[in-house]
């Protein structure tokens, strides 16, 4: 089965058996992301995240279930990083999988950092709830710069 295929052959199913739009969404997103870092060897920051939380080889390779020497070769690239070890690597290191591979993201300010601290302390259920209340905020502020942009435009023409 070619690997568009197989995608769509999943999807199919994801749609059939998941309940909310958010769920079929974010699965079929996992898939892609897992074709992705699955078909393309690329470089990763496992040694940078894991040296900026101060982690051993040891503390990490307890986190994750796995001994330091395998760690030793996913850091070097000698192991090939599965999603799934992205997914395993993740939770060990709390962060987002695709930070091992794009490179952590960098809070740009005390607030950010006390805003990530927060939402990393929430359950699953309130970080659902706190995302969506911040895509309500997003849609006001997207809509309020249209409203600005507009407003401007009609300013020029007089």
Not at 18 to 37: D, G
Not at 69 to 74: P, R
Request: with cysteine.
């Amino acid at each position: 089965m070619g690997d568009d295929v197989g995608l769509q052959f999943h999807t199919a199913i994801i749609n059939k058996t998941m309940k909310t739009n958010q769920e079929k969404n974010q699965h079929i997103v996992n898939l892609q992301l897992q074709h992705f870092v699955e078909e393309y060897d690329m470089a990763n920051f496992i040694k940078e995240i894991r040296t900026s939380q101060s982690l051993t080889l040891d503390q990490l390779a307890e986190r994750v279930g796995t001994t330091p020497q395998q760690i030793n070769l996913l850091e070097a690239g000698k192991r090939k990083l599965t999603w799934e070890w992205m997914q395993r690597l993740a939770d060990g290191l709390e962060c987002h999988p695709l930070d091992l591979v794009e490179g952590p993201a960098v809070p740009k300010d005390e607030g950010e950092k006390d805003l990530l601290r927060k939402f990393r302390g929430l359950e699953d259920g309130q970080k659902r709830m706190f995302s969506h209340m911040l895509d309500g905020l997003s849609k006001d502020d997207d809509k309020q710069q249209k409203d600005n942009a507009d407003a401007n435009t009609d300013r020029k023409r007089r």
